[in-house]
């Protein structure tokens, strides 16, 4: 037993410690969400990580993301979590992509390499796609729904894409992925009505775009709610 991952390896025991040092995962998008699953992930154990992701961090994403502060202000989020994963785990594998995942830019991934795949992508194009083209290699996939306007983490829940309500990302994701005959989709997602944000909208060549309202804690549960499903998946551990 390492000394690094003791504690888990108390819980989850060496066989399983094994397969999460022998595991693939990719987690596409690396911000409220996204940045707490991978750093899950890291402190789990997991032997390569593939970060997708095309921002750079701004002063807005400090009230909520784990790789944004003062020092990394203008950094892409690929470079910082590569870096904060090796610190956590120098013998991890870690690729990085600074790329904004669309249809357009799928073809750029062999998504048949992957043990495991995490949706933290902000866009519903984005997000179908990959969620169509896992379906199709038969890769393992969770998907997180809206966390902006929302404060109560307590509502979180993991679930499948049909039985989801109140969630308007949700909502959307049903319709398109019924059209295109995906089946069945784990998710994480919140019943909590969402709150309107005071100033919800900004302009842009003059088209007026809804700022989501976002807090400190609600994107991180999430986050660790999905990183936890990855596990459990990928040891097949039950608490029984």
Known sequence: MTERFSRTELILGKENMEKLAASRIAVFGAGGVGG????????????????????????????????????????????????????????AIVHTYNIFYIPDTSAQFDISQYDYIVDAIDTVTGKIELIVRSNECNVPI??????????????????????TEICPLAKVMRKELKKRGIQSLKVVYSKEKPIKPISPVRTEDSVKRSIPGSTSFVPPVAGFIIAGEVIKDITSFKNE
């Open 36 to 91: 707490y699953v991978i750093e899950a992930l890291a402190r789990s154990g997991i032997g390569e990580l593939d970060i997708i992701d095309n921002d750079t961090i701004c002063p807005s994403n400090i009230n909520r993301q784990i790789y944004a502060d003062e020092k990394t202000i203008g950094r892409y989020k690929t470079d910082v979590a590569r870096e904060r994963i090796l610190n956590i785990n120098p013998k």
């Open 142 to 163: 969770i998907s997180s729904m809206g966390t902006g306007n929302k404060v109560n983490p307590a509502m979180l829940e993991v679930s499948d894409i049909y039985s």
